[in-house]
């Protein structure tokens, strides 16, 4: 076994010990010095971050400012620990892009680009003791059986990179499927591969689900898992439908490993490497953003970091008895929540993505795909694929049905129906994250668009 196997293994079996953690209390306690203990460290390597904590105590990390993406990109240079320019990276980054060779690394790091659901590009810098310390976690919140079963994955994503190419030994091994190529191209391999662990974004199991139910791919994997997208309902029923399996989530972003299904298919926070504060916008629903804080990550500090997610915790334990924090659904990005005229002209009112998901869904089973798109508070295009295809009078009662459920929804929150237009659906999976709903113009403080 080679030295970076042998990493590998012993994080495995660290994070497995650490799952085992019995209850909330034992979890506070085993973590916060190691937080403590972590951001010292940050502190002293990073300009940015001792710039921007100066004056307050390590132990009272819970007043450190909270920062975005958006100070995240502008302070890179001073932010990361190790003294990696941003252009330098955004420009091989880039380079990797075009080229599709992800393999280059700058000053010893793995870099890589994220485009994100919101669309705004965000650079990730992981060294090699942090790659081989995600590979042994994400191996164990993973794989549906003991690392030394054998497993092979298939991993589908917009941009291979060192993280996935770590594993590779004759019992575990990542094979990286391009999202950016054709259709027949990934069927071809997954046959020849015949994968035991399948994990792409919903949009491309979709697809996959459709080959399987056209009979081209004849794969039977052990174990499904989503990733990189929301998993819309919708979604989650047509594939665990095809393959005949539950599918597993993984959740995780530029920001870190965030969270994963357990063997009860509940996705739980990784809190054993990542603390969650949690920014209620809805607490009677239990809905929130979370305010992340990684205790692992060094070479690109994420402290305080405030996501765009909005995140529903469940409101039960879960079975599996596991103290991490249980979430219930990804419900989406904050920056989607619907903002609608009020139907009495007082103001504004905002609306969940999962009550329009499930308007839209619940209107007909007839609806096999859809993207809902607030271009303003006034109007909204809805992209449909049904059964009935285009332009034919079915489609038409389909799209009366959505309507009516649109307008009931609207009704029920006290906000004034928008102008609704439907066209076929025409996403096409690849480059670009699905978002099933989206809102297309910012909005301040009070929730009022500007």
């Known amino acids: 076994m080679n030295t970076d196997s042998l990493h590998i293994l012993m994080q495995y079996l660290a994070a497995r010990k650490r799952a085992s953690i019995p209850d909330q209390g034992k979890l506070d306690s085993w973590r916060e010095p190691r937080l403590i203990r972590h951001l010292e460290r940050v502190r002293a390597a990073s300009p940015f971050y001792r710039e921007l904590w100066a004056g307050i105590d390590a132990r009272d990390w819970r007043r450190f400012p909270q920062i975005d993406k958006k100070i995240m990109m502008e302070r890179f240079d001073t932010l990361n620990t190790a003294g990696i320019r941003r252009d330098d990276a955004m420009n091989l980054a880039l380079e990797a892009e075009r080229t599709r060779d992800f393999t280059p690394e700058i000053g010893g790091l793995t870099i890589g680009l994220s485009s994100g659901t919101s669309g705004s590009r965000g650079l990730f810098l992981v060294s090699r003791r942090e790659r081989l310390a995600w590979t042994g976690t994400i191996l164990q919140r993973v794989l549906p059986g003991p690392l030394l079963q054998g497993h092979t994955i298939a991993f589908f994503l917009r941009a291979d990179s060192n993280l996935y190419g770590s594993v590779r030994s004759r019992r575990v091994a990542f094979e990286f499927y391009d999202l950016l190529h054709p259709l027949e191209r990934h069927v071809q ?142 419900e989406g990005r904050s920056d989607d929540l619907f903002v609608l005229p009020a139907a009495d002209g007082t103001g504004f009112v905002t609306l969940f993505p999962d009550y329009v998901s499930r308007a839209i869904i619940g209107a007909s089973d007839r609806v096999e795909a859809y993207r809902a798109v607030l271009d303003s508070p006034t109007r909204l295009l809805v992209e449909l694929d049904t059964a009935a295809g285009n332009g034919t009078e079915e489609r ?19 906000a004034a129906v928008p102008d609704t237009e439907f066209v076929p659906y025409a996403f096409v999976p690849g480059a670009a994250k699905l978002r099933r709903i989206q809102r297309r113009f910012t909005v301040n403080d009070r929730m009022e668009p500007v």
């Open 396 to 414: 038409a009662w389909i799209e009366s049905e959505v309507r009516l459920a649109l307008v009931k929804l609207c009704a029920r929150i006290g």
């Open 189 to 330: 391999r997954l046959n020849a591969q015949r994968p035991s662990v399948l994990a792409a974004p919903p949009s491309m199991l979709r697809l996959l689900a459709g080959e399987v139910q056209a009979g081209r791919l004849k794969i039977s994997p052990g174990h499904l898992v989503s990733m990189a997208e929301v998993l819309d309902p919708l979604d989650r029923r047509v594939i665990e439908e095809s393959f005949g399996l539950r599918i597993h989530q993984v959740y995780q972003c530029t920001e870190g490993f965030l969270g994963a299904s357990c063997s009860h298919g509940t996705l739980h926070l990784n809190e054993d490497v990542v603390h969650i504060e949690k920014e209620y916008i809805d607490a009677e629903r239990r809905t929130f953003v979370p305010i992340v804080t990684d205790f692992v990550r060094f070479s690109q500090p994420i402290v305080r970091y405030r996501l765009g997610d909005l995140l529903t915790e469940s409101a039960d334990a879960c079975a599996c008895g596991s103290p991490f924090a249980a979430i219930e659904r990804i």
